[in-house]
């Protein structure tokens, strides 16, 4: 089923958890809410559940207003950061909760009721845990069952709050895997928040990334990678460096060194953003390049990671170098070398808002 | 190595204290239990037998004395089940939703615990009494609330009234809506999250409130002192009878009376650990909860 978020808006006495957020989710998709806390992720995911009365706009599910229905009869499968099972009931009632609430004409026969369930507890590899309660599970367990739950009823969409937040990381790799894997063969929309980048950027199709109550780009992970639309997102995803600089004339200046492209911006201060392993370091000076000293290497896995301070120093550039290229003439500290940006993007300083996290609103919790 | 090391050698745990504070912290708590809880209980037990158990039973089995144990266990059959009607609705109201007037209602909820009993039954004789203000239309009408059962049923209510709801308020406040949410999402209609979701996870906090509830109804002495006018054998509570006797010099039967009340209280609390014994492992389950959170 297809999602539709049209200009939706949430306030909270006041404060703006969501301002006029729309986004199109379409049938089959993986899609991942991703912004640092109090972005209003947490906000948009209940409001799309129905959990939340938005103060504005609409969801459409499938092009039918999604308010007109009761939330009990939107049919969506939702899975809480805490997973809120039931812990008076075993795990076998959990799931089959849902199921034996439904008005008598349509709730299956107990029988029926049992061979769902225990093909649910199956599906997410807990089945041997059935007549155990949520308290004698380990964290990864309640999770299973938390979707085994929300599964029993068929939903037409799963919203994950947080999915994987309260695992260790071993656990959350392999549950992240197994997710996608179940997402793919039974073929719902699905929508999850997250704030871990990685996360958001291994599991979902696209990545909605969210900034103070906004949308601030939307698009398949590698796209909002390489091509992030806005200062926030650069920062927010993956490591950049952030240099003020000069725009003149269609190019950005360090100093007084020409150093990248920025054709169409207005000159003025402006902001440019690096990866570090899209700077190429010489010991020699190149044309583009930018005179710099090696502070400190850190050999770190797979990567040589170089800070280099320039003088005069408008602040340090982290780059970060495949070993292997580091390993033939490595860098040591105090040389003086050159760097030069493979890619770069500049932006206008006024639009430069760096990720400041706003209140957390009691929902994200 | 650890084997061979004697017991007595060992280091004593780092969050243990010292031998003398620690007895001096036990025996503080004997002392002061054994003073002020197990002594007058004793007391009580020793003066209903002094006259030898031909004068208890006599004193149990007085015509007076019965009718004044059944009107105890009417009123509090009555009493205790309007209140859990009303801590229940109060509670949920409270804890699981966000509304205007909130404050308001905790703040109401609290009133019987401020207002002295004496003072809530002389409300109800100003109220119902033949000079309040609806007395003489209730008189009119034949209908007798103050100086007869109903006064006494009321006073009791109002005087009970916080038990269940202050027991129930904080655990479900503290639980918060995430499993509500997670009912209503799966298509539980209100009524189906309250008895199955709510309700369960509040139902130890219940069941204290209940024996709560249900022990000071049938001790209630002040306010149904009020608006009982002492009709002996029609308006006279166990406490009321208890304090009849004591005032005509039956010291005997009085504290038989006191001993057969001190024992409703033994059962409520032999009650409360039969239950918890029944329903201990589950009761563990659900304290340890998920998440983290309980």
């Known amino acids: 089923m297809s999602i539709e978020v049209r200009g939706v808006e949430k306030e909270f006495g006041g404060f703006r958890a969501l301002d006029g957020v729309s986004l199109n989710i379409r049938e089959g998709e993986l899609v991942a809410l991703l912004g640092p806390s109090g972005s209003g992720k947490t906000t948009l995911l209940r409001v799309i559940a129905g959990l939340e009365y938005a103060t504005g706009g609409s969801v459409l599910f499938d092009g039918e207003d999604a308010g007109a229905r009761h939330v009990r009869e939107r049919r969506v499968g939702f899975v809480f950061q805490h997973y809120a099972l039931f812990k008076h009931m075993t795990v076998f009632n959990n799931v089959a909760f849902g199921l034996r609430v439904k008005a008598r004409a349509t709730r299956p026969s107990p029988e029926e009721i049992t061979s769902k369930v225990n093909a649910l507890l199956n599906l997410v590899q807990v089945e041997q845990f059935g007549s155990r309660y949520p308290s004698q599970l380990s964290g990864g367990q309640r999770q299973r069952v938390a979707l085994a739950r929300a599964l029993a009823i068929e939903p037409r969409v799963l919203l994950l709050d947080e999915p994987f937040g309260a695992l260790d990381a071993k656990v959350r790799k392999e549950l992240r895997r197994w997710l996608r894997g179940l997402h793919d063969r039974m073929g719902l929309t699905s929508v999850f928040v997250t704030h871990d980048q990685e996360e958001a950027m291994e599991l ?60 169409g911006l207005a000159d003025g201060d402006g902001v440019a953003f690096v990866r570090p392993h899209d700077i190429e370091v010489t010991s020699d000076r190149l044309a583009l390049s930018i005179p710099a000293t090696v502070k400190q290497v850190l050999i770190s896995g797979a990567v040589a990671k170089l800070e280099l301070t320039m003088d005069p120093a408008p602040g340090m550039i982290e780059v970060e170098l495949p070993r292997g290229a580091h390993w033939g003439a490595p860098f040591l500290a105090g040389q003086k070398v050159h760097w ?21 609103v009691k929902a994200a919790g | 190595m650890g084997q061979a090391t004697p017991r007595l050698l060992r280091p004593p745990p780092p969050t243990t204290e010292p031998f003398a504070v620690k007895w001096a912290l036990i025996g503080t708590a004997v002392l002061f239990m054994l003073l002020f809880l197990v002594m007058p209980l004793a007391a009580v037990l020793s003066e209903a037998f002094s006259r030898g158990i031909g004068t208890y039973w006599a004193a149990i089995t007085d015509p007076y004395t019965l009718k004044s144990v059944r009107l105890t266990l009417l009123v509090a059959a009555i009493s205790v089940p309007l209140n859990v009607a009303f801590g229940m609705t109060a509670a949920w109201a409270i804890a699981k939703f966000e509304f205007v007037g909130k404050s308001v209602l905790i703040t109401l909820i609290d009133l019987p615990f401020s207002v ?30 103050v100086f007869a059962v109903p006064g006494l049923i009321v006073a009791t209510t109002f005087v009970t009234f916080p038990f269940v709801a202050r027991e129930m308020i904080p655990l ?123």
Not at chain 1, 244 to 260: M, N
Request: hydrophobic residues 45%; glycine residues 8%; aromatic residues 10%.
């Open chain 1, 204 to 263: 979902s199709d696209r990545v909605a990334v969210m900034n103070r109550g906004r949308i601030e780009q939307v698009g398949s992970p590698t796209e909002v990678y390489d091509s992030p639309a806005t200062p926030f997102v650069y920062e927010f995803l993956g490591n950049a460096n952030r240099l003020p600089c000069r725009i003149e004339h269609g190019s950005a200046r360090l100093g007084e060194t020409v150093f990248t492209d920025a054709t």
């Open chain 1, 340 to 360: 030069r940006a493979r890619t770069a993007r500049v932006f206008p300083a006024s639009a430069g808002a760096s990720p400041v996290a706003a209140p957390e």
């Open chain 2, 172 to 294: 479900m406040q503290d639980q918060g809506t995430d499993e509500e949410e997670a009912a209503i999402l799966l298509g539980a209609s209100g009524w189906q999250t309250f008895w199955r979701v709510t309700l369960p996870n509040a139902k130890w906090a219940l069941l204290y409130g209940v024996l709560l509830c249900n022990a000071r109804a049938m001790g209630e002495f002040g306010a149904v002192a009020v608006v009982s006018g002492h009709v002996r054998g029609v308006t006279t509570t166990m406490p009321l009878q208890i304090e009849m006797l004591y005032n005509e010099y039956k010291f005997a039967a009085s504290f038989a009376v006191a001993s057969l009340l001190a024992l409703l209280a033994v059962v409520t609390l032999v009650v409360k650990a039969t239950l918890e014994w029944r329903f201990g492992e589950e009761l563990a389950a659900v304290h340890r909860a998920p998440g983290g959170k309980v």
């Open chain 2, 116 to 145: 002295s009993p004496v003072i809530a039954g002389l409300i109800y004789v100003l109220m119902f009494g033949a000079q309040g203000w609806i007395g003489p239309w209730l008189i009119d009408h034949d209908i007798r609330i």
